[in-house]
């Protein structure tokens, strides 16, 4: 035993797998304990919010502090950020359009193109031709590039209880600073937020946990169902073996994603728990587990271990559990493997179809597809959303994958290197 | 010579496999009669259906056709425990020591197990251990050395006294080998054919004895049945079947055991020293 798992682990393959799996596994238990926040809680206003870190602009206006910092490229960047190379082409084309010469403008000299902008913008003026989503950006553009090359700073003011009016309460210059650190509110969203402003990242460490549980289960199920169909069909024969591959054959004709469909459909949105999606997948997916477990069994049932065991007068019990169960083992974990995997794929395809498990507190892998499709994330760009979840479900199915080979080439001599 | 009783007796004893165009005839209605305490060589090549009969004879596949006696009565092994009644009379030794054994279990619990089915499972445990120490020194092993270890560990010789050692714990009344020195090598297969030859002298055993060997056959057994295509084609005493044999196909067997020398006959040589 100690032998085998020294061998196991010194298969690169397995050990691969391994630590992918072992590492998704860790993030799963380790992440909900340093973020407890509960994974459907909607945070945001809007949908699809990007990744990035949210700063409270009302803290950072009262944050205790105030550093001056002369930076001497502050200006640039706050130019930059506005003005992009897009933007100054956009106001080149528009100038010619309303009548500049081409040669005078120079999309570079920043100061020359914003005064001529400021001189030859008029938002009232038609220009033929152009439609109207660009009227409308050019009005954004001339919006967002109001005061940009201003020297002044801002004058904050709030309305007078008594009176209503405004009155100034402090200013903020340009070269006014605050640490990030010091400010009372800030909130990183590695993955942004989904379609229901809900934390892209909590939300997928749990969907990932529930997946994995619902993989864990229905695998299970599958491989207890198949495995002790075809220890009976293989070892007892005759007539046990004939009503056994009898219904395993009409199984495999009829096409388990469609009975999958059908079951998970007939069950009813009610009562479609994760646990029950996990039972329905494994009760669709025994199939090829008894079909395998039966092939290898019977070409052990005629060893002479096994009857040297029926020699010495072990009941068939024994005999299964003693004589061939052992032998098989390895064989057994990998179905496992391939179970488990092929059923968090089972559970996303489900889900995307919208017969996932229903759920005010579990999200699943497949039910955040679903709902990313249903927003139409992947038509509006919110990679976000969906690219993620991709990922941690081609990483599931990958380190399982690699796990099985890994055990394959341990446990099958022909495959060894 | 005086009419020894009947052990194990077989009438039109037949095993067919298959159906149809892919009919085949195993076992073609044999019949014998297995005196108590002899060793009786099955001798045939490869597929003649030696080790068919052997199974239908441990009861390890049905009949298809005859009647097997156990000392004159019918047998009947329909359910698990008459098996297993059948089993504590009758045990086998098989031709591959490698694949004959449990690799996940140790040497103890196969000892322990034939223990068991002797009916000592209440024993105290000193005399269970005596009583596999007798055993082990029987095939000349020492127990201490085997306990804690798997039968893989041995190698192929040590496995097949092992086997024999079983069957010293079991004292079944008939043991049937089935070309138990066809996969050692030849210094072990005599140090095997010794421990046969002494448990039958010690126990008063019947052995069936199945080999290809027809050279070996001559050496251990009193009755040898010569084997062709599921049918005993010649059978009768070692001495008559080998040294004055009728059929062209026994012939044809003796012409392929390989011979020394030319000048080495064993029509000549009295090895058969008992």
Redesign the interface.
């Known amino acids: 035993m100690k032998h085998t798992l020294q061998q196991v682990f010194h298969s690169s393959k397995f050990v691969t797998g391994f630590c992918i799996f072992a590492a998704i596994l860790l993030t799963v238990i380790i992440y909900p304990i340093f973020v407890p926040n509960p994974p459907l809680e909607i945070i945001a206003q809007g949908s699809f919010f990007p990744p990035g870190t949210y700063v409270s602009t009302y803290d950072t206006v009262f944050s205790s502090k105030a550093y001056t910092l002369n930076l001497p490229d502050a200006a640039a960047k706050r130019i930059a950020a506005k003005l992009g190379d897009k933007e100054r082409q956009d106001i080149k084309d528009y100038l010619v359009l309303v009548g500049v010469p081409e040669a005078e403008i120079d999309t570079t000299n920043t100061i020359q193109l914003l005064s001529q902008w400021d001189k030859n913008y008029d938002p009232s003026k038609k220009i033929s031709g152009m439609i109207f989503s660009k009227v409308r950006y050019y009005e954004r553009l001339n919006k967002s590039l109001t005061g940009l090359l201003s020297e002044e700073g801002l004058i904050l003011a709030a309305p007078n209880i008594d009176t209503g009016a405004l009155e100034q309460i402090g200013t903020i210059n340009l070269a006014d600073y605050v640490n990030i650190k010091e400010v009372a509110s800030v909130r990183t969203l590695p993955l942004g937020t989904d379609n229901f402003g809900r934390d892209v990242l909590t939300e997928l460490v749990r969907a990932t946990s529930v997946s994995l549980k619902i993989g864990l289960i229905a695998g299970l199920i599958a491989t207890f169902i198949g495995l002790t169909l075809g220890l009976l069909g293989g070892y007892i024969g005759g007539t046990v073996d004939d009503v056994i591959m009898f219904i395993t054959n009409l199984f495999t004709v009829i096409p388990s994603f469609v009975l999958l469909i059908l079951i998970s459909y007939s069950v009813g949105q009610e009562h479609r728990g994760p646990v029950m999606v996990a039972t329905v997948i494994g009760f669709t997916s025994w199939v090829w587990t008894t079909r395998a477990v039966r092939s290898q069994v019977i070409s052990l049932r005629n060893r002479d271990h096994v009857n040297l065991s029926k020699l010495s007068g072990h009941s068939l019990f024994h005999i299964i559990t003693h004589d061939i169960l052992p032998y098989i083992a390895s064989y057994v974990v990998m179905a496992l493997i391939l179970q488990i995997s092929s059923a968090i794929l089972a559970e996303a395809s489900l889900s995307v179809l919208g017969l996932g498990p229903k759920t005010s507190i579990d999200p699943t892998l497949g039910l955040m597809m679903n709902w990313a499709m249903i927003y139409q994330a992947q038509i509006l760009g919110k990679w976000w959303a969906y690219f993620p979840v991709l990922i941690v479900i081609a990483l599931i199915t990958f380190s399982m994958n690699l796990m099985n080979t890994g055990l394959d080439q341990v446990f099958n001599p022909a495959l060894r290197d | 010579m005086t009419e020894k009783k009947s052990c194990l007796k077989g009438v039109g004893l037949t095993k067919v496999f298959g159906l149809g165009r892919n009919k085949n005839m195993a076992v073609d209605h044999v019949d014998f009669d297995f005196a108590e305490g002899e060793i009786v060589s099955i001798v045939g090549e490869s597929g003649s259906g030696k080790t068919t009969l052997a199974?239908m004879l441990?009861g390890?596949i049905n009949t298809t056709e005859g009647e097997i006696y156990f000392k004159s009565k019918k047998r009947d092994i329909r359910s698990?425990k008459a098996?297993?009644e059948y089993?504590?009379n009758i045990?086998?030794i098989?031709?591959?020591p490698f694949?004959?054994?449990?690799?996940?279990?140790k040497i103890d619990a196969l000892f322990l197990?034939?223990i068991n089915?002797r009916g000592g499972k209440k024993l105290p445990y000193e005399k269970k251990l005596e009583m596999m120490t007798e055993a082990c020194s029987f095939v000349n092993l020492k127990f201490a050395e085997l306990t804690n270890k798997y039968p893989f560990e041995l190698s192929g010789g040590q496995m097949q006294r092992l086997m024999i050692a079983r069957i010293f714990l079991l004292k079944p009344q008939i043991l049937l080998a089935d070309e138990p020195t066809s996969m050692i090598d030849a210094c072990s297969r005599a140090t095997i054919l010794d421990m046969l030859l002494k448990l039958r002298n010690d126990t008063g055993m019947t052995i069936i004895f199945i080999t290809h060997d027809i050279g070996l056959a001559y050496f251990v057994s009193d009755k040898v049945f010569i084997m062709e295509h599921g049918k005993f084609v010649e059978s009768g005493t070692a001495d008559e079947v080998i040294l004055r044999p009728k059929e062209a196909y026994t012939k044809r067997l003796l012409n392929d055991v390989p011979k020394i020398h030319e000048e080495w006959d064993l029509s000549t040589v009295d090895i058969k020293a008992k």
């Open positions: 199974k441990l390890l698990q098996k297993k089993w504590t045990q086998a098989f031709q591959d694949s004959s054994y449990n690799i996940f279990n197990d034939c089915m």
